[in-house]
């Protein structure tokens, strides 16, 4: 099955700065990754997803990035908030999805 | 509003005694999965449903049981609960594809003592 692979764990930003979430994927056949944000007591929640026919997609602050070739994809959030504080996830595979390990984001205000 | 829901939110059982968390949803997805979320260790599949009686095993399954007889619902059975099983649940659905978003529960806080 897909093996994910998600870096790194944590990330401490200060309010403003970029952050950058990368995640690895085993499986070619792999087309649709998504990005899912966890605040603290809620459930998942998708917040950007990419499919395998393009490389970049952006909406407002946060875009996502697909390398096929090297099998990575990243989430790319700009001027940090503090509300952005949550733990994300990524996900990779073909039917069922296969998460990362979670990255907390700890935004200083 | 469509939604997927989890019953109990919070459950605290002994070591041993039957219990199920139900899992149902109204958007009339085909595939159902119940993840597992430890810290560090991220979301973890138990088990997954791509229809109506069919079923198979995650990456974790050891201890729990399903069965997907409707539908909408998707119950998750552990038949002798093991303090090792304390974890917060959740139960996910998804149309049938490969390309579409993932409807999480709000979640099952289980403790086993």
């Known amino acids: 099955g897909e093996n994910v692979e998600q870096h790194p764990s944590t990330l401490s930003v200060q309010e403003g700065d970029s952050a950058v979430i990368k995640c690895t994927y085993s499986d070619s056949a792999s087309n649709y990754f998504p990005w899912y944000k966890q605040e603290l007591g809620k459930r998942p929640q998708l917040i950007i997803d990419?499919?395998?026919?393009?490389g970049e997609k952006k909406d407002q602050r946060i875009a996502v990035t697909l390398n096929k070739t090297a099998k990575h994809f990243s989430l790319h959030i700009t001027e940090t908030q503090p509300e952005d504080s949550a733990v994300y996830f990524c996900?990779?595979?073909?039917?069922?999805?296969?998460f990362g390990r979670g990255t907390s984001l700890i935004v200083h205000p | 509003e469509a939604q997927v829901t989890q019953n109990p939110r919070y459950l605290i059982t002994v070591t041993g005694k039957k219990l199920t968390v139900t899992c149902s949803q109204n958007?009339?997805?085909?595939?159902m999965s119940w993840y597992r979320q430890d810290p560090g260790l991220g979301l973890r599949q138990i088990y997954y449903?791509?229809?109506?009686?069919?079923?198979d095993k995650g990456d974790v399954p050891e201890g729990y049981k399903v069965s997907r007889k409707e539908k909408r619902n998707f119950p998750l059975i552990l038949e002798s609960p093991s303090p090792n099983q304390t974890s917060l649940y959740f139960c996910?659905?998804?149309?049938?594809?490969?390309?579409?978003?993932?409807?999480f529960g709000q979640g099952t806080r289980l403790t086993v003592v």
């Open positions: 990419i499919r395998s026919n393009v």
């Open positions: 449903s791509m229809n109506v009686e069919v079923t």
């Open positions: 996900a990779g595979g073909s039917y069922i999805p296969t």
């Open positions: 996910a659905s998804r149309q049938e594809g490969r390309r579409t978003e993932a409807f």
């Open positions: 958007m009339n997805h085909e595939y």
